[in-house]
């Protein structure tokens, strides 16, 4: 592609012309675009016009100008939340990042055993995140979950009610689900890289683990940058499981910012001060959208096998 | 590859693409809800019970025999339509008739001007109903909503073979309770179930203690919005008195990673682990269909103890009284008639009262006792002669209070559960809400 377009622009005069003619139409963005206009432009600027009034969904929206700015950034019990919500995230990538990658390189392996185990890694993918809360909510059950029917005392833990060990629970059950995906990518990310640098590092005389640092990891950069991309936008605005797994009704240990705003706007009614929380968290997962595809260099998407 | 597209081609994408983006705002813009014909009355109700037993069939029976007062129902399930029904009144498109738990919520749909008053209409219907539930439907003296379904007040729980095997009696009393903690405990068994997990099961606690303390006048006060009402001494008190039961180990552990939608806190009882329960009498339902023999034999019930000194009467009880039916003021009035018809004289008709107590359920109804000793038994008599006898009714508080309070108080009183904060702190930061 890169190579067509460059012997294009090499014809001189009217080359912008041709250039135009060549690829798809502009107007195929259409539907796309259309799309993200009615679903994700005008909900956000209906939700920055909400975030400056009083509203409880029955009567019309009050106009109040900053105030629940003012309230929502000094509340402690909001700030808590964007606290818990980038210990998740870091906390979510600190272990999702290693597991998924080690288990990527592993299972691109053409090994038979590694197909089928791959395979069953792949599964807690499946389940939608209503049922995999469920099933934990049963599991991590004081009385009758898996403490109870293994008789194993260590497990009787207060795993959902204990403030401190419910976010590392949380994190556990999110890594649980997620870890197959990014494995996925890995997997995909190593299938891609040629034989020949292998084979000529081993000519050269490195290990499996001089192998892995000095080419494997290198060559996965883009994947690398495409997961934790996925990973950090995913754990800002997680969700599902923490809301099946507490009922609704988060304590002070889960109630991440997504879950407060909606706690904020469905529970409490008020509208005005979830949107605030909506605004910040969308500023939030561009920011960091931004900033990683900045430093990763990942929008030039240089190809890494020049020369080969 | 490169592709080459003549420019008609191209037009012809265009209109193509735009026409799929056009076909895409006309569904977004066209998926309000309430489209029947314009003199019938629509319904919007639960799924489960309410669908299976109590409106379904009624409403058929309605429809056949009342050709030209339609009332067309919907069926949502209970949280879907929390959230939807609010958005609904809100923009104008709710269904002629809309479900509620009265409270706070009908308080700020009358606020609003969103529900019609039915004061004359309903002036005849009135008499059948138990008082102290009907006037939940009241505000300032006119009424909005009128009673629709069973009422289900919080009751007092207890497995029979625990607690006789453990040698205590069924506490009667506050003091007594705390004298059965280190029995049962002895026993092995923890003496209360309770759902910590989902919140609302410790409000059931906080509910009956502030009740019996300091009577329905220290709620009363927080609900006309007088400043600092949370730290009246009763409140602090019978918060006092549930960190109390907390350290002396009253209830299971791990109760705040024990749900009530798993009904792990039902389980708890049958299954002998735990010796006594307070939840609503909802869960009967649950008790005869997850451990029939026990409902029967094992199980029993009675009202929250008294605590001695206290200024609230021993009669007094806590819970839902009722579901209510309210008529939107944004429907036409050939609607309106419809719905009002169908609410006076085919709610709680007879076959309606007659189904809802074979399931088991107590209708709000006046002079049913034989009705219901015959087919509820006994745990319908006593729900319907506590509700009956009651001196004062009160409306579970997150019902009663405005949505930010209740959610406010689901959280504090999760942390005074859990000792994070005391009594006078739960106090202050509850004051802040009053208002809101």
Same mark, same amino acid.
């Given at each position: 592609?890169?190579?067509?377009?460059?012997?294009?622009?090499?014809?001189?005069?009217?080359?912008?012309?041709?250039?135009?003619?060549?690829?798809?139409?502009?107007?195929?963005?259409?539907?796309?675009?259309?799309?993200?206009?009615?679903?994700?432009?005008?909900?956000?600027?209906?939700?920055?016009?909400?975030?400056?009034?009083?509203?409880?969904?029955?009567?019309?929206?009050?106009?109040? &100008?900053?105030?629940?700015?003012?309230?929502?950034?000094?509340?402690?019990?909001?700030?808590?939340?964007?606290?818990?919500?980038?210990?998740?995230?870091?906390?979510?990538?600190?272990?999702?990042?290693?597991?998924?990658?080690?288990?990527?390189?592993?299972?691109?392996?053409?090994?038979?055993?590694?197909?089928? @185990?791959?395979?069953?890694?792949?599964?807690?993918?499946?389940?939608?995140?209503?049922?995999?809360?469920?099933?934990?909510?049963?599991?991590?059950?004081?009385? =009758?979950?898996?403490?109870?029917?293994?008789?194993?005392?260590?497990?009787?833990?207060?795993?959902?009610?204990?403030?401190?060990?419910?976010?590392?629970?949380?994190?556990?059950?999110?890594?649980?689900?997620?870890?197959? =995906?990014?494995?996925?990518?890995?997997?995909?990310?190593?299938?891609?890289i040629p034989a020949s640098l292998y084979e000529a590092a081993e000519i050269d005389g490195a290990g499996t683990i001089k192998q892995f640092f000095h080419i494997t990891l290198p060559q996965l950069r883009y994947t690398l940058v495409t997961s934790s991309t996925l990973m950090i936008i995913g754990?800002?605005?997680?969700?599902?499981?923490?809301?099946?797994?507490?009922?609704?009704?988060?304590?002070?240990?889960?109630?991440?910012?997504?879950?407060?705003?909606?706690?904020?706007?469905?529970?409490?009614?008020?509208? &005005?001060?979830?949107?605030?929380?909506?605004?910040?968290?969308?500023?939030?997962? @561009?920011?960091?959208?931004?900033?990683?595809?900045?430093?990763?260099?990942?929008?030039?998407?240089?190809?890494?096998?020049?020369?080969? | 590859?490169?592709?080459?597209?003549?420019?008609?081609?191209?037009?012809?994408?265009?209109?193509?693409?735009?026409? #799929?983006?056009?076909?895409? /705002?006309?569904?977004?813009?066209?998926?309000?809800?309430?489209?029947?014909?314009?003199?019938?009355?629509?319904?919007?109700?639960?799924?489960?019970?309410?669908?299976?037993?109590?409106?379904?069939?009624?409403?058929?029976?309605?429809?056949?025999?009342?050709?030209?007062?339609?009332?067309?129902?919907?069926?949502?399930?209970?949280?879907?339509?929390?959230?939807?029904?609010?958005?609904?009144?809100?923009?104008?498109?709710?269904?002629?008739?809309? +479900? *509620?738990?009265?409270?706070?919520?009908?308080?700020? +749909?009358?606020?609003? !001007?969103?529900?019609?008053?039915?004061?004359?209409?309903?002036?005849?219907?009135?008499?059948?109903?138990?008082?102290?539930?009907?006037?939940?439907?009241?505000?300032?003296?006119?009424?909005?909503?009128?009673?629709?379904?069973?009422?289900?007040?919080?009751?007092?729980?207890?497995?029979?073979? #625990?607690?006789?095997?453990?040698?205590?009696?069924?506490?009667?009393?506050?003091?007594?309770?705390?004298?059965?903690?280190?029995?049962?405990?002895?026993?092995?068994?923890?003496?209360?179930?309770?759902?910590?997990?989902?919140?609302?099961?410790?409000?059931?606690?906080?509910?009956?203690?502030?009740?019996?303390?300091?009577?329905?006048?220290?709620?009363?006060?927080?609900?006309? !919005?007088?400043?600092?009402?949370?730290?009246?001494?009763?409140?602090?008190?019978?918060?006092?008195?549930?960190?109390?039961?907390?350290?002396?180990?009253?209830?299971?552990?791990?109760?705040?990673?024990?749900?009530?939608?798993?009904?792990?806190?039902?389980?708890? /009882?049958?299954?002998?682990?735990?010796?006594?329960?307070?939840?609503?009498?909802?869960?009967?339902?649950?008790?005869?269909?997850?451990?029939?023999?026990?409902?029967?034999?094992?199980?029993?019930?009675?009202?929250?103890?008294?605590?001695?000194?206290?200024?609230?009467?021993?009669?007094?009880?806590?819970?839902?009284? *009722?579901? +209510?039916?309210?008529?939107?003021?944004?429907?036409?009035?050939?609607?309106?008639?419809?719905? /009002?018809? +169908?609410?006076?004289?085919?709610?709680? $008709?007879?076959?309606?009262? $007659?189904?809802?107590?074979?399931?088991?359920?107590?209708?709000p109804i006046t002079d049913i006792d034989a009705e219901i000793a015959d087919a509820g038994g006994d745990f319908g008599t006593t729900v319907y002669d506590l509700t009956k006898n009651a001196k004062n009714f009160q409306m579970s508080w997150d019902q009663a209070l405005p949505p930010a309070q209740?959610?406010?108080?689901?959280?504090?009183? $999760?942390?005074?559960?859990?000792?994070?904060?005391?009594?006078?702190?739960?106090? $202050?930061?509850?004051?802040?809400?009053?208002?809101?």
């Open positions: 592609m890169t190579a067509t377009r460059q012997l294009h622009g090499a014809g001189g005069a009217g080359a912008a012309a041709m250039r135009r003619r060549t690829g798809p139409s502009g107007w195929m963005v259409a539907p796309a675009l259309g799309f993200f206009l009615v679903f994700a432009i005008i909900p956000l600027i209906v939700a920055l016009y909400l975030s400056f009034t009083r509203w409880d969904a029955i009567t019309d929206p009050a106009w109040v &100008g900053l105030d629940n700015w003012a309230s929502v950034l000094v509340d402690p019990v909001a700030i808590d939340a964007l606290v818990l919500t980038l210990k998740v995230i870091v906390i979510s990538w600190v272990v999702q990042t290693p597991i998924s990658l080690l288990l990527g390189t592993w299972t691109a392996g053409k090994q038979r055993n590694r197909a089928v @185990l791959g395979a069953i890694f792949f599964l807690p993918l499946l389940l939608s995140s209503a049922a995999t809360a469920i099933a934990f909510k049963a599991i991590l059950d004081p009385n =009758f979950g898996l403490s109870a029917s293994l008789g194993i005392p260590f497990l009787k833990q207060d795993w959902l009610g204990n403030q401190q060990l419910v976010l590392f629970v949380v994190i556990f059950i999110i890594a649980w689900q997620f870890v197959p =995906f990014h494995t996925l990518l890995f997997q995909g990310g190593v299938r891609q754990s800002l605005t997680y969700f599902d499981v923490i809301f099946v797994l507490t009922g609704g009704v988060p304590s002070a240990g889960t109630r991440i910012l997504p879950i407060l705003m909606y706690v904020t706007g469905f529970s409490a009614s008020q509208f &005005g001060q979830a949107s605030v929380m909506a605004i910040i968290l969308a500023v939030i997962g @561009l920011a960091i959208a931004l900033l990683l595809t900045k430093l990763s260099g990942f929008a030039k998407m240089d190809s890494q096998q020049e020369g080969l | 590859m490169t592709l080459r597209t003549s420019p008609r081609r191209r037009t012809r994408m265009a209109a193509v693409a735009l026409g #799929v983006s056009a076909l895409m /705002l006309g569904a977004t813009a066209c998926s309000s809800g309430g489209g029947a014909p314009s003199g019938s009355a629509t319904l919007w109700g639960l799924t489960g019970t309410d669908e299976d037993t109590v409106l379904g069939p009624s409403l058929k029976e309605w429809n056949a025999a009342n050709a030209d007062g339609q009332v067309a129902p919907t069926y949502f399930q209970n949280d879907a339509y929390k959230t939807k029904i609010r958005t609904a009144v809100g923009a104008g498109s709710a269904p002629t008739i809309i +479900y *509620s738990w009265a409270g706070g919520t009908l308080n700020s +749909y009358v606020d609003a !001007g969103k529900v019609a008053d039915i004061t004359s209409e309903t002036a005849d219907a009135k008499g059948k109903f138990l008082e102290s539930v009907w006037n939940q439907g009241v505000i300032d003296d006119k009424v909005y909503a009128v009673p629709m379904n069973a009422t289900t007040p919080i009751m007092f729980y207890y497995n029979k073979d #625990v607690l006789k095997s453990a040698g205590v009696e069924v506490p009667t009393t506050f003091d007594e309770i705390v004298d059965a903690i280190p029995k049962l405990k002895a026993a092995g068994v923890a003496p209360f179930s309770l759902a910590g997990a989902s919140k609302w099961p410790s409000l059931m606690w906080e509910e009956y203690l502030v009740d019996r303390v300091a009577g329905p006048e220290a709620f009363n006060k927080i609900m006309a !919005g007088e400043a600092d009402a949370w730290s009246d001494p009763g409140i602090i008190e019978a918060n006092e008195k549930i960190q109390e039961l907390v350290k002396a180990g009253a209830f299971v552990d791990g109760y705040a990673s024990v749900t009530a939608d798993s009904n792990a806190d039902v389980a708890l /009882l049958y299954t002998g682990k735990a010796a006594m329960m307070l939840q609503g009498a909802w869960v009967m339902t649950t008790f005869k269909q997850q451990a029939a023999e026990f409902a029967e034999k094992g199980l029993g019930y009675t009202t929250f103890p008294a605590v001695t000194g206290g200024k609230g009467d021993p009669s007094n009880i806590v819970g839902n009284p *009722s579901g +209510y039916f309210s008529i939107s003021a944004a429907a036409t009035k050939e609607q309106k008639a419809s719905a /009002l018809k +169908y609410l006076t004289d085919g709610v709680f $008709d007879k076959g309606y009262i $007659d189904r809802m107590v074979k399931a088991g359920q107590v209708p209740a959610t406010a108080l689901l959280t504090n009183l $999760d942390q005074l559960f859990n000792l994070q904060i005391t009594p006078e702190e739960f106090s $202050d930061n509850m004051n802040k809400t009053i208002g809101q």
